[in-house]
Nanobody, 119 residues
Framework: VQLVESGGGLVQAGGSLRLSCAAS????????MGWYRQAPGKQRELVAS????????NYADSVKGRFTISSDNAKNTMYLQMNSLKPEDPAVYYC?????????????WGQGTQVTVSS
């Protein structure tokens, strides 16, 4: 399974970015996909997730109302639309796919994409 993120970059506070995560070797609907972020000196944290099949979503409180996670099964790609970016949002954003086989979970990660917000 390979996950490739794109769309990171530099944006002014209040601006928007859209991250993409293209999957190969599996499908975005195969399990739960999520976006995580890790800022320097901090632990990696879940930003948003979407469950394959049901499409149910989950967001960290810090991004609710600003970020939207979605997936396109035809393109086998997941997205994170980030609006109203704040100075506390900069981090490396990672794409994750978690699949389950019987009672065992498997996690796959992308290489990460940097998001920088200027004030």
């Amino acid at each position: 399974v390979q996950l490739v993120e794109s769309g990171g970059g530099l944006v002014q506070a209040g601006g928007s970015l859209r991250l993409s995560c293209a999957a190969s070797g599996s499908t975005v609907s195969a399990g739960t996909m999520g976006w995580y972020r890790q800022a320097p000196g901090k632990q990696r944290e879940l930003v948003a997730s979407i469950t394959g099949g049901s499409g149910s979503t989950n967001y960290a409180d810090s991004v609710k109302g600003r970020f939207t996670i979605s997936s396109d099964n035809a393109k086998n790609t997941m997205y994170l639309q980030m609006n109203s970016l704040k100075p506390e949002d900069p981090a490396v954003y990672y794409c994750n796919l978690r699949t389950r086989v019987v009672f065992k979970y498997y996690d796959y990660w992308g290489q990460g994409t940097q998001v920088t917000v200027s004030s």
